[in-house]
């Protein structure tokens, strides 16, 4: 599979559409959107563990189920964890269950967002 970086414009955009991410708001260029991938918590990690099991199990309910919205509740400024970068400016990070379970045994401060909560927050 080809790397997020080594992705044209149109590629990254038919990847938004595939994710159901929003675009970056007015005019924006790939690295724009590199980093609103990044700042999503898609990676080339997970985003291949997201193609194989789509390809495997074809349907949108797993794969919603495979993935969690996590919150910081923490005061950090930045927290990082493997390649999910929380902020102040972003406390909601997408991310697979799995990764999910382990940060939250790790790390105090964090919790499993709710649907309304993140409705909330993107609204």
């Not at 985003?47 to 950090?76: G, H, P, Q, W």
């Not at 990070?93 to 993140?118: T, W, Y």
């Amino acid at each position: 599979m080809k790397p997020l970086a080594q992705r044209n414009k149109k590629e990254l955009e038919e990847l938004f559409e595939e994710l159901d991410l929003p675009l970056p708001d007015g005019k924006y260029t790939k690295n724009d959107m590199l980093f609103n991938l990044e700042e999503a918590g898609v990676t080339n990690k997970n985003l291949e563990s997201f193609k194989k099991k789509e390809a495997s199990e074809n349907t949108d309910i797993s794969e919603l189920e495979s993935m969690v919205v996590i919150c910081m509740d923490r005061l950090n400024g930045l927290f990082q964890f493997k390649s999910y970068k929380f902020s102040q400016a972003k406390k909601y990070i997408l991310m697979p269950k799995e990764d999910a379970d382990e940060l939250l045994m790790k790390n105090h401060g964090f919790h499993r967002a709710s649907k309304e909560e993140v409705k909330a927050y993107y609204s």
